[in-house]
């Protein structure tokens, strides 16, 4: 599996792929590393985010990029999730063959619609939570689903879900095969 994992925000990657990340390796892009601003993705025409995922897909050639759910809360997960639709066009040649759409604690789990995940990614969680290790400042305390006790309760639960001790957990955007 040659993967790209594209947030909007810091911690986002890890969040929806920490595990899966660590198990097959990989590469993150993160929009507001690109200079888009934080909570104001709206601001941009959508144009230019395309062509900004564009540009790293065409150079790093993924053949899986997991990417923001379409029904998450926050509304620049939600322009991500469209943006990368767009970049993922199956047109001939194109390098990605799966699509998928992952979850973010307070973000999936607060917006209106349901997410139903498919496919599930065996995962050791000691290693999800070591890739969150970096965003201290962003994790508070449980039960607020951004806690390490959270993140753990949702990778155990997935994982018993598909008769696993620890997953994450995605939507099938596209598979292709
Ligand atoms: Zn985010």
């Known amino acids: 599996m040659r993967l790209l994992v ?11 792929a920490g595990g899966t990340l660590a198990r097959f390796g990989g590469e993150i892009l993160v929009m507001t590393d690109l ?20 540009e790293k897909i065409a150079e790093y050639q993924p ?16 322009i991500v999730n469209k943006a990368v639709n767009v970049a993922c066009r199956p047109t001939p040649g194109h390098s990605v063959k799966r699509l998928l759409f992952g979850e973010v604690l307070s973000s999936t789990e607060w917006g209106t619609a349901s997410f139903n995940p498919t ?15 970096k965003y201290e400042e962003k994790i508070r305390e449980f039960p607020h689903p951004r806690s390490g006790l959270a993140v753990t309760f949702l ?8 008769g696993l001790y620890a997953a994450e957990a995605f939507e099938v955007g596209r598979w292709i095969d």
């Open 155 to 162: 990778a155990g639960y997935r994982g018993a879900t598909a």
């Open 63 to 78: 053949d899986t990029v997991i990417t923001h759910w379409w029904g998450d809360a926050n509304q620049d997960h939600v």
């Open 6 to 16: 594209i947030g909007a925000h810091h911690d986002d990657a890890e969040l929806m």
């Open 35 to 54: 200079g888009f601003e934080d909570q104001k993705f709206d601001k941009y025409s959508i144009l230019i985010l395309n062509q900004k995922i564009e």
């Open 119 to 133: 496919y599930f990614v065996r995962i050791n969680p000691k290693e999800k939570s070591k890739s969150l290790e």
